[in-house]
Structure formats: C-alpha cells, structure tokens
C-alpha cells in the first residue's frame, strides 16, 4: 500500500472541496480506509472512515453532515467530499489504511498530508 493524498486547496467558508487518496500499487481494495487532519499546534484528529466494501462509514461529531467519504475500489481511490466547510476545518488532511477491512482504530499506512484552508 502507497497512499497518495490530493486535492486540497484554499477556499471561503461555506465552499466545497474533495480529497482523493489514491493507493499506487493499487493493493488497498481489502483495506479500510481513514481521512485524519492536524490543525497547527494541535493533535491529529480523526475525521471519517469507511470499510473496504464501502457499506460503512464513520464520522467525527464535528464533520457529520457536512462530509461525505466514499471509495471506488476499482480505481484505488478513497474520497472525502468536504461542503459547507468552516475556518475550523483547516488542517493538513492525511489518509491511511488499516490492515483490516472493517472500520478499526489502527491504521497502519499513511499517505502525505494535503492542506486545506478555509477563509472567514
């Protein structure tokens, strides 16, 4: 597994972005997968995640509602769809893949951070 992270930008609060987490040995189909991000001076925090079918997702209580991650298995591609986002959304975005293929809390490859800021 090799997670590539893309996608990020700046944007106004209330815009839209999505993130891409592509895998480029194309491997982590039997994988869940999980989007993380750190603000500056903070810890990293988890945001969403989803098992290896795509059947089940998981959301941090501060993106439910306004994001969305999904995957497309047949291009190794998990995304995060990120709408009405907020000043506090900024943060280095990262993925990683668990060796399981159920949602867990271990993950164990990471991809690359990508930043995303949002304007007031």
């Known amino acids: 597994v090799q997670l590539q992270a893309s996608g990020g930008g700046l944007v106004q609060a209330g815009g839209s972005l999505r993130l891409s987490c592509t895998d480029s040995r194309r491997t982590f189909t039997n994988n869940a997968v999980g989007w993380f991000r750190q603000a500056l001076g903070q810890e990293r925090e988890f945001v969403a995640a989803i098992n290896w079918r795509g059947d089940s997702t998981n959301y941090a209580d501060s993106v439910k509602g306004r994001f969305t991650i999904s995957r497309d298995n047949t291009k190794s591609t998990v995304y995060l769809q990120m709408n009405n986002l907020k000043p506090e959304d900024t943060a280095v975005y990262y993925c990683?893949?668990?060796?399981?293929?159920?949602?867990?809390?271990?993950?164990?490859?990471w991809g690359q951070g990508t930043q995303v800021t949002v304007s007031s």
């Open positions: 990683a893949a668990s060796l399981r293929a159920s949602i867990s809390e271990n993950y164990r490859y």
